[in-house]
């Protein structure tokens, strides 16, 4: 059986849906199990009576259409989507619920911007609003609204809806797509790792070349480098001698190498041809001698100082508001319907809307994490107030009309904010402005 659903905007409670069913035909076992635990994947709603007819009023709030939501998804992105997406038909029984009294329609499904779960229109009928052929159509409709980069995924989708089309065997083809995004086990940071006994010696050996002083050295390479597993077999010797323990090589080699060094260092010091004499000056000659062979640089001539003249500031740069332009219009531009812009003037003049009826076309900012575009028409990247899905405009048989999708700075119409997915009819001259800092448009229908 199909029942008429009615679509209700206010600005106070939002938008919402209105579904009569008889009295005689609601199914109450399931009502009350909802009642009681209500599941996330339906809408919310209120039921009363009225004349032997049951009013069912779903309100929509956070919720925005599916259709809104469009654009591509990574591999991992698509499979999660078809498995929230299917999840509720197949573990309904939970709640006593039926699978073909969901409303099994592209245009009746819902989602929230920070969660990834589809929200359904749930009718508590004894009788199926709904059937398998409804199925397979919102599933092919779904493929045009959501869309994936991997051409070989996207076809096996296709392929499994147009065939025999199974929600079970279709989960377990795309179970491998979806543990594709598993996070991997990340190395451990280079300061977190343990240092072995090469690291240290090569450290304390560097040290050394560096220009620490050997005795600096010696202590640093001592303190670094663990206690040797050979049993102990040291000699004793005199006061004042320092050994050094190196793996693989013995402690009198140690030493012998040790006094080498310091004996070097001795004799460099020592050594009278590399020694400056006393009042040494420059390169090595004494001040006197200096002053003989130098002559007395001449006096620096004193320049007067230069005055420029004082000049008035440049002007900051501000921007200026675009006037709307009488003299052409949308219609002239591209003979299509849609926004002309009266804001900043570093914003697009147009917004070409092209869509029929029954269609829908978002507005949003690009967004760089993406990397990808996920609306119609999306602003740059650094244009302020503007979020990344901001905005939707539908067409029907009445005209046109504009949704908030519950952006952070809001949608205005003529100056008053629009509450979240509650469609606003536009009408010709209507201002327009997608956030508060400057994206100002004028509709032309």
Not at 248 to 270: I, Q, R
């Amino acid at each position: 059986m199909i029942y008429e659903i009615k679509s209700k905007s206010d600005f106070l409670t939002g938008a919402s849906l209105h579904v009569m069913i008889p009295e005689d035909e609601l199914d109450r076992k399931a009502l009350y199990t909802i009642q009681a635990d209500r599941p996330d994947f339906i809408l919310p709603f209120r039921h009363r009576c009225i004349d032997g007819q049951i009013e069912l009023v779903y309100q929509i709030g956070a919720h925005s259409r599916l259709q809104y939501l469009s654009g591509g998804r990574s591999p991992k992105e698509y499979a999660d989507l078809w498995s929230s997406l299917l999840y509720p038909l197949r573990c309904c029984g939970d709640w006593f619920m039926q699978p073909y009294s969901f409303v099994l329609s592209a245009g009746y499904l819902y989602c929230e911007k920070n969660k990834k779960t589809i929200s359904y229109v749930y009718i508590p009928s004894i009788k199926a609003c709904s059937d398998y052929t409804a199925l397979k159509e919102m599933a092919a409709e779904i493929t045009k609204i959501i869309t994936v980069a991997d051409a070989d995924l996207e076809n096996k989708v296709l392929r499994a809806i147009l065939k025999d089309f199974d929600p079970d065997d279709f989960l377990q083809m795309l179970k491998s797509f979806a543990a594709s995004g598993e996070s991997v086990v990340q190395p451990r940071p280079v300061s977190e790792q343990r240092f072995v006994p090469e690291q240290r010696v090569a450290s304390a050996v560097f040290e050394a070349q560096a220009g620490m002083p050997v005795a600096q050295a010696k202590a640093t390479q001592q303190a670094r480098i663990p206690p040797s597993p050979v049993p102990d077999q040291r000699e004793e010797r005199a006061c004042g001698e320092i050994v050094i323990n190196i793996p693989g090589a013995s402690a009198d080699k140690a030493k012998d190498t040790l006094k080498n060094k310091e004996n070097s260092v001795e004799k460099k010091d020592k050594d009278p041809k590399k020694q400056k004499p006393a009042g040494a000056g420059l390169f090595g000659r004494k001040k006197d001698d200096l002053q003989d062979v130098i002559p007395a640089a001449p006096p620096t001539p004193v320049q007067a100082p230069v005055i420029e003249p004082v000049r008035p500031p440049a002007p900051a740069l501000v921007a200026t508001v675009c006037p709307v332009d009488t003299t052409q219009s949308l219609s002239e531009v591209s003979g299509t319907s849609g926004f002309k812009l009266v804001g900043s003037v570093l914003l697009p003049p147009f917004i070409d809307v092209r869509i029929e009826n029954g269609e829908v076309f978002t507005v949003g900012r690009y967004d760089a994490a993406v990397g990808k575009q996920q609306s119609n028409f999306e602003f740059e990247k650094k244009t302020k107030a503007v979020s990344r899905r901001h905005a939707a405009i539908e067409r029907d048989a009445t005209g046109y009309s504009i949704v908030d999708l519950t952006s952070s700075a809001g949608t205005f119409v003529n100056g008053q904010k629009l509450p979240p997915n509650t469609p606003c009819q536009l009408g010709n001259g209507c201002r327009v402005s997608f956030g508060n800092a400057g994206a100002d448009y004028i509709w032309e229908g």
